[in-house]
């Protein structure tokens, strides 16, 4: 994927999130310096704001190509396949299949005001792109960004349960 790849798909997803709030934004800027000449740009911060009345929420997003060796998806899809036999056969199925690996990584999921928009971020570039959605804190590898949002939904609130037993 090139950088103008990306800036097409976040102007695609910006105005998806603005059917849902016209004050929905999400702006991406590059992030490194001194590239080798004819090095692709890999990482951008995306700072994704739900609402004109939320606080942007930053978000990293790395992108690589599956053959690129420099790609971390291997060490991650083997970690979760060596989770249980389900996730080992769909990661393995990622790895033969999957052409780019698009990483989306977020600051604390502490709020809905921020867990909301970081789904629809995750959900519009894995609908746009055809990507798989792996997230090894709520144990899934899926296509599906519905079923990924409620695991992930259900991951927070054990997270949040848990907590609370420790105070």
Known sequence: MKPQDL???????????????????????????????????RTWRISVAGTAESAPHDC?????????????????????????????QAASHLQQNAQTYVSIASGKLDEQERIHPFQ????????????AIVDPAAAIVTNDPGEWAEAMEQSLQIEKEMGALRR
């Open 120 to 131: 629809n971020l995750v959900s519009l570039f894995a609908s746009a792109l055809g990507a």
């Open 60 to 88: 990293l997003v790395q992108v690589f190509e599956m053959r690129d060796p420099e790609s971390p998806h291997r060490v991650l899809l083997d970690h979760i396949g060596g989770r249980d036999q389900e996730l080992s």
């Open 7 to 41: 800036e097409r798909l976040v102007r695609a997803c910006v105005g998806s999130m603005r059917q849902e709030d016209a004050g929905a934004s999400l702006t991406l800027s590059p992030l490194g310096s001194g590239f080798p000449p004819g090095a692709a740009q």
